[in-house]
């Protein structure tokens, strides 16, 4: 995961914002407690949009205080553990045990040695997190092994290479019922988004670094931010359609800023250039 899913700060409620917060600081100290001390140094702003999507709609918001794994001195409101917690927490691991060993392929040894190292202090949280979700795991390896042939093809095709990435996200949704399905598209379209968002972003980086890149593929080292807004307008509209179909509770609001209103905003920033500098602030600052 990439950080691009957050909400918009200056149109957030008070209570919305309490609860983006204790989302966030429930998930970090539910990483603590089942995998250590490094997985929460993966935790973002993505994983804690999966967590408000995995909630069950009828369950409130009820914060408890735990103490915060960056200052053991401070206690913070936090959601306490639940089912969605664990779950995203469990998928968190693993997302980002693979986004890691991805980065090790595609930057080499010198540059990838960072993602290696972090990927042995995360190994051990992995395993666990495998066993407790076989069947997600076997998704996400098969996706990425899909993608990286795509990938060594020099795929020109969009839709193919960011099909791959939105499947591997569609697999994160509880099976069964009209909430699997509603959770399933939108995971689905949020993925292909988010590939997208980063495939742009990353557009002039691949290019100095002779990297394959899926918007250079298709439309030349230039990009066409044209046609290539035009298509991630159709996901977000898609992801938006999802969101009206699905029951969410208390977390209806928030979630509702974050797709109607963050993600545009960060999708206009990856296209202006000045996305690097914001995903570098804090959400919990005013002026975010």
Same mark, same amino acid.
């Given at each position: 995961?990439?950080?691009?899913?957050?909400?918009?700060?200056?149109?957030?409620?008070?209570?919305?914002?309490?609860?983006? *917060?204790?989302?966030?600081?429930?998930?970090?100290?539910?990483?603590?407690?089942?995998?250590?001390?490094?997985?929460?140094?993966?935790?973002?702003?993505?994983?804690? =949009?999966?967590?408000?999507?995995?909630?069950?709609?009828?369950?409130?918001?009820?914060?408890?205080?735990?103490?915060?794994?960056?200052?053991?001195?401070?206690?913070?409101?936090?959601?306490?553990?639940?089912?969605?917690?664990?779950?995203? #927490?469990?998928?968190?691991?693993?997302?980002?045990? $693979?986004?890691?060993?991805?980065?090790?392929?595609?930057?080499?040894?010198?540059?990838?040695?960072?993602?290696?190292?972090?990927?042995?202090?995360?190994?051990?949280?992995?395993?666990?997190?495998?066993?407790?979700?076989?069947? =997600?795991?076997?998704?996400?390896?098969?996706?990425?092994?899909?993608?990286?042939?795509?990938?060594?093809?020099?795929?020109?095709?969009?839709?193919?290479?960011?099909?791959?990435?939105? &499947?591997?996200?569609?697999?994160? #949704?509880?099976?069964?019922?009209? *909430?699997? &399905?509603?959770?399933?598209?939108?995971?689905?379209?949020?993925?292909? $988004?988010?590939?997208?968002?980063?495939? &742009?972003?990353?557009?002039?980086?691949?290019?100095?670094?002779?990297?394959?890149?899926?918007?250079?593929?298709?439309?030349?080292?230039?990009?066409?931010?044209?046609?290539?807004?035009?298509?991630?307008?159709?996901?977000?509209?898609?992801?938006?359609?999802?969101?009206?179909?699905?029951?969410?509770?208390?977390?209806?609001?928030?979630?509702?800023?974050?797709?109607?209103?963050?993600?545009?905003?960060?999708?206009?920033?990856?296209?202006?250039?000045? $996305?690097?500098?914001?995903?570098?602030?804090?959400? $919990?600052?005013?002026?975010?």
């Amino acid at each position: 995961m990439f950080g691009y899913v957050r909400p918009f700060r200056p149109e957030l409620k008070c209570r919305d914002f309490d609860l983006y *917060r204790a989302t966030y600081c429930g998930l970090c100290r539910c990483l603590r407690q089942r995998y250590g001390w490094t997985a929460p140094m993966f935790l973002n702003f993505d994983f804690t =949009f999966l967590a408000l999507l995995l909630w069950e709609p009828e369950e409130h918001f009820t914060p408890c205080r735990g103490r915060c794994h960056a200052n053991l001195l401070r206690k913070l409101p936090m959601c306490p553990e639940s089912p969605a917690l664990v779950l995203a #927490a469990d998928e968190s691991v693993i997302l980002a045990w $693979w986004k890691l060993r991805d980065s090790v392929r595609d930057e080499g040894f010198w540059k990838g040695l960072s993602a290696r190292v972090l990927s042995v202090f995360l190994g051990r949280a992995y395993k666990k997190a495998a066993r407790s979700r076989p069947q =997600f795991d076997r998704a996400v390896r098969g996706c990425l092994e899909e993608l990286d042939a795509l990938e060594r093809e020099n795929c020109s095709s969009l839709d193919r290479t960011a099909d791959a990435f939105a &499947r591997l996200l569609q697999s994160a #949704a509880p099976a069964g019922g009209v *909430r699997g &399905r509603v959770l399933s598209q939108l995971l689905y379209h949020l993925g292909r $988004w988010i590939y997208l968002a980063d495939a &742009r972003d990353d557009l002039e980086e691949d290019k100095l670094a002779g990297r394959y890149n899926p918007v250079a593929a298709r439309y030349g080292p230039a990009g066409d931010d044209g046609a290539l807004r035009l298509t991630m307008d159709q996901s977000l509209a898609q992801v938006g359609a999802a969101l009206q179909l699905g029951e969410f509770g208390c977390r209806g609001p928030l979630l509702e800023n974050i797709v109607y209103l963050g993600l545009p905003l960060v999708e206009k920033a990856v296209f202006d250039g000045s $996305w690097k500098e914001i995903k570098k602030q804090k959400i $919990w600052r005013n002026d975010t």
